[in-house]
Protein backbone atom coordinates (compact mmCIF):
# COMPACT_ATOMS: atom_id res chain seq x y z
CA UNK A 1 0.00 0.00 0.00
CA UNK A 2 1.66 3.24 -0.78
CA UNK A 3 2.83 5.59 1.72
CA UNK A 4 0.01 8.55 2.58
CA UNK A 5 1.03 12.38 1.62
CA UNK A 6 1.04 14.65 4.50
CA UNK A 7 -1.16 17.62 3.96
CA UNK A 8 1.66 20.07 4.04
CA UNK A 9 3.60 17.70 1.65
CA UNK A 10 0.84 18.01 -0.89
CA UNK A 11 0.34 21.48 -0.33
CA UNK A 12 3.75 21.68 -1.03
CA UNK A 13 3.76 19.87 -4.11
CA UNK A 14 0.72 21.30 -5.72
CA UNK A 15 2.66 24.91 -4.93
CA UNK A 16 5.49 23.80 -6.78
CA UNK A 17 3.86 22.10 -9.80
CA UNK A 18 1.50 25.59 -10.26
CA UNK A 19 4.46 27.86 -9.74
CA UNK A 20 6.41 25.65 -12.03
CA UNK A 21 3.65 25.90 -14.99
CA UNK A 22 2.98 29.62 -14.41
CA UNK A 23 6.84 29.89 -14.64
CA UNK A 24 7.04 28.37 -17.95
CA UNK A 25 4.22 30.37 -19.15
CA UNK A 26 5.50 33.53 -18.50
CA UNK A 27 9.33 33.25 -19.01
CA UNK A 28 9.75 30.02 -21.27
CA UNK A 29 11.31 26.81 -20.19
CA UNK A 30 15.05 28.28 -20.21
CA UNK A 31 14.54 30.79 -17.25
CA UNK A 32 12.63 28.40 -14.72
CA UNK A 33 15.32 27.38 -12.35
CA UNK A 34 14.72 25.58 -8.92
CA UNK A 35 15.86 28.77 -6.96
CA UNK A 36 12.65 30.55 -9.44
CA UNK A 37 10.16 27.89 -8.41
CA UNK A 38 10.89 27.69 -5.04
CA UNK A 39 9.92 31.76 -4.70
CA UNK A 40 7.20 31.65 -6.68
CA UNK A 41 5.51 28.71 -4.53
CA UNK A 42 6.67 30.14 -1.41
CA UNK A 43 8.62 27.47 -0.07
CA UNK A 44 12.72 26.61 0.45
CA UNK A 45 14.60 25.24 -2.35
CA UNK A 46 15.75 22.25 -0.28
CA UNK A 47 11.70 21.74 -0.16
CA UNK A 48 12.21 21.49 -3.77
CA UNK A 49 14.78 19.95 -4.37
CA UNK A 50 14.05 16.99 -1.71
CA UNK A 51 10.80 16.22 -3.85
CA UNK A 52 12.07 16.91 -7.53
CA UNK A 53 15.81 16.05 -7.00
CA UNK A 54 16.58 18.52 -10.25
CA UNK A 55 15.02 20.56 -12.69
CA UNK A 56 14.57 17.85 -15.26
CA UNK A 57 12.95 15.64 -11.95
CA UNK A 58 9.92 18.40 -11.66
CA UNK A 59 9.41 18.84 -15.35
CA UNK A 60 8.97 15.54 -15.95
CA UNK A 61 6.16 15.40 -12.89
CA UNK A 62 4.36 17.76 -13.89
CA UNK A 63 4.58 16.51 -17.32
CA UNK A 64 3.15 13.56 -15.71
CA UNK A 65 0.46 15.25 -13.73
CA UNK A 66 -0.51 16.62 -16.83
CA UNK A 67 -1.17 13.12 -18.25
CA UNK A 68 -2.55 11.19 -15.44
CA UNK A 69 -6.31 11.62 -16.49
CA UNK A 70 -5.10 10.28 -19.61
CA UNK A 71 -3.36 7.19 -18.71
CA UNK A 72 -6.41 6.39 -16.35
CA UNK A 73 -9.00 7.12 -19.18
CA UNK A 74 -6.52 4.38 -21.17
CA UNK A 75 -6.42 1.71 -18.88
CA UNK A 76 -9.72 1.47 -17.49
CA UNK A 77 -12.08 4.47 -18.69
CA UNK A 78 -14.98 3.84 -21.36
CA UNK A 79 -14.29 3.41 -24.92
CA UNK A 80 -12.83 4.65 -27.97
CA UNK A 81 -10.00 5.17 -24.93
CA UNK A 82 -10.53 2.88 -22.71
CA UNK A 83 -10.51 -0.60 -23.50
CA UNK A 84 -13.29 -1.99 -25.50
CA UNK A 85 -13.04 0.42 -29.41
CA UNK A 86 -11.53 -1.33 -31.99
CA UNK A 87 -7.29 -0.42 -32.54
CA UNK A 88 -7.86 2.29 -35.06
CA UNK A 89 -10.59 4.03 -32.78
CA UNK A 90 -8.74 3.73 -29.80
CA UNK A 91 -5.48 5.52 -31.22
CA UNK A 92 -7.44 7.79 -32.84
CA UNK A 93 -8.93 9.21 -30.02
CA UNK A 94 -5.85 8.43 -27.97
CA UNK A 95 -3.75 11.05 -30.58
CA UNK A 96 -6.43 13.43 -30.11
CA UNK A 97 -6.22 13.74 -26.55
CA UNK A 98 -2.59 13.40 -26.35
CA UNK A 99 -2.11 16.44 -28.78
CA UNK A 100 -4.66 18.50 -27.01
CA UNK A 101 -1.93 18.01 -23.86
CA UNK A 102 0.21 19.20 -26.21
CA UNK A 103 -1.33 22.32 -27.79
CA UNK A 104 -1.97 23.55 -24.27
CA UNK A 105 1.46 22.54 -22.87
CA UNK A 106 3.89 23.72 -25.76
CA UNK A 107 5.62 25.64 -22.75
CA UNK A 108 5.98 22.76 -20.32
CA UNK A 109 6.79 20.38 -23.95
CA UNK A 110 9.60 22.85 -24.69
CA UNK A 111 11.09 22.83 -21.25
CA UNK A 112 10.96 18.55 -21.25
CA UNK A 113 12.47 18.20 -24.37
CA UNK A 114 15.12 20.17 -23.48
CA UNK A 115 15.36 18.97 -19.16
CA UNK A 116 15.33 15.40 -20.18
CA UNK A 117 17.19 15.50 -23.48
CA UNK A 118 19.46 12.58 -22.96
CA UNK A 119 16.68 10.72 -21.34
CA UNK A 120 13.22 11.15 -22.91
CA UNK A 121 12.76 7.48 -23.75
CA UNK A 122 12.80 6.29 -20.50
CA UNK A 123 10.63 9.14 -19.34
CA UNK A 124 7.25 7.47 -17.49
CA UNK A 125 4.72 9.16 -19.34
CA UNK A 126 6.72 8.63 -22.97
CA UNK A 127 6.95 5.28 -22.22
CA UNK A 128 3.13 4.66 -21.71
CA UNK A 129 2.65 6.69 -24.53
CA UNK A 130 5.08 5.25 -26.60
CA UNK A 131 3.89 1.63 -25.74
CA UNK A 132 0.40 1.78 -26.00
CA UNK A 133 0.55 3.39 -29.56
CA UNK A 134 2.66 0.50 -30.25
CA UNK A 135 0.43 -1.56 -29.01
CA UNK A 136 -2.75 -0.22 -31.24
CA UNK A 137 -0.36 -0.15 -34.43
CA UNK A 138 0.27 -3.79 -33.53
CA UNK A 139 -3.14 -4.45 -33.14
CA UNK A 140 -4.66 -2.72 -36.34
CA UNK A 141 -1.49 -3.93 -38.58
CA UNK A 142 0.50 -6.57 -37.72
CA UNK A 143 2.94 -6.08 -40.72
CA UNK A 144 4.45 -2.57 -39.82
CA UNK A 145 7.14 -2.04 -37.42
CA UNK A 146 4.77 -0.57 -34.53
CA UNK A 147 7.71 0.40 -32.11
CA UNK A 148 9.34 2.44 -34.79
CA UNK A 149 6.11 4.10 -35.91
CA UNK A 150 4.96 5.10 -32.47
CA UNK A 151 8.35 7.04 -31.85
CA UNK A 152 7.64 8.97 -35.28
CA UNK A 153 4.53 10.01 -34.06
CA UNK A 154 5.70 10.72 -30.66
CA UNK A 155 8.51 12.70 -32.89
CA UNK A 156 6.21 15.25 -34.48
CA UNK A 157 4.80 16.24 -30.60
CA UNK A 158 7.79 18.96 -30.95
CA UNK A 159 6.91 22.26 -28.66
CA UNK A 160 8.38 24.68 -31.79
CA UNK A 161 5.63 22.73 -34.07
CA UNK A 162 2.87 23.41 -31.66
CA UNK A 163 3.59 26.80 -31.47
CA UNK A 164 4.02 27.28 -35.49
CA UNK A 165 1.38 25.44 -36.00
CA UNK A 166 -0.96 27.49 -33.41
CA UNK A 167 0.19 30.51 -34.82
CA UNK A 168 -0.79 29.31 -38.24
CA UNK A 169 -4.26 29.21 -36.84
CA UNK A 170 -3.85 24.79 -37.73
CA UNK A 171 -5.35 22.08 -35.51
CA UNK A 172 -2.04 20.20 -33.97
CA UNK A 173 -4.41 17.54 -33.41
CA UNK A 174 -6.16 17.12 -36.43
CA UNK A 175 -2.80 17.27 -38.41
CA UNK A 176 -1.66 14.42 -36.52
CA UNK A 177 -5.00 12.04 -36.37
CA UNK A 178 -4.53 12.60 -40.21
CA UNK A 179 -0.68 11.80 -40.21
CA UNK A 180 -1.57 8.34 -38.34
CA UNK A 181 -4.57 7.43 -41.08
CA UNK A 182 -2.41 7.74 -43.42
CA UNK A 183 0.34 5.58 -41.77
CA UNK A 184 -2.29 2.95 -40.82
CA UNK A 185 -3.64 3.11 -44.13
CA UNK A 186 -0.50 2.55 -46.45
Known sequence: MPKQERADAARNRQAVLQATERLLVERGGDHVSLDAVAAAAGVGKGTVFRRFGSRAGLIRELLEERSRTLRENVTGGPPPLGPGAPPRERLMAFL???????????????AHEVACADHKHEDPSYR????HIANLITAERPDVDADFLSHAILATFDADLIRHMQREGKSFAEAVQAMARTLLDR
Open 128 to 131: FWAR
Open 96 to 110: HELAGIGEQNAALLS
